[in-house]
């Protein structure tokens, strides 16, 4: 493996750090602490509790990892409608 290889694993969100921190639980019952992306802050896409993401991690430090996706749920709510905007 080089330097450049990174482990693309999934897992959800369970703890809210500060510093924009994430305790994440892999599908492998591992519990990893992770932090945004850049383009993720870039974009102002909001990481919460509970959110499936996807995370990259160094063959290095399989303790830390960079969330670079988060999935879009399933499940918006019951009845809700998208936002209406008003015409001009």
């Known amino acids: 493996m ?3 290889d990174m482990i693309e694993l ?3 969100v369970i703890e809210m750090l500060p510093e924009s ?5 892999l599908d492998n019952n591992m519990e990893i602490l992770a932090y945004g992306s850049g383009k993720m802050k870039m974009h102002r896409i909001r990481v919460l509790l509970g959110d499936r993401v996807t995370v990259e991690m160094s063959p290095y430090d399989l303790t ?11 499940n918006i ?4 409608r998208p936002p209406q905007h008003r015409r001009r």
């Open 2 to 4: 080089s330097k450049e």
């Open 10 to 12: 999934e897992g959800v």
């Open 21 to 25: 921190r994430f305790r994440v639980r």
């Open 64 to 74: 830390k990892g960079r969330i670079n996706f988060r999935h879009p749920t399933a």
């Open 77 to 80: 709510g019951a009845g809700s």
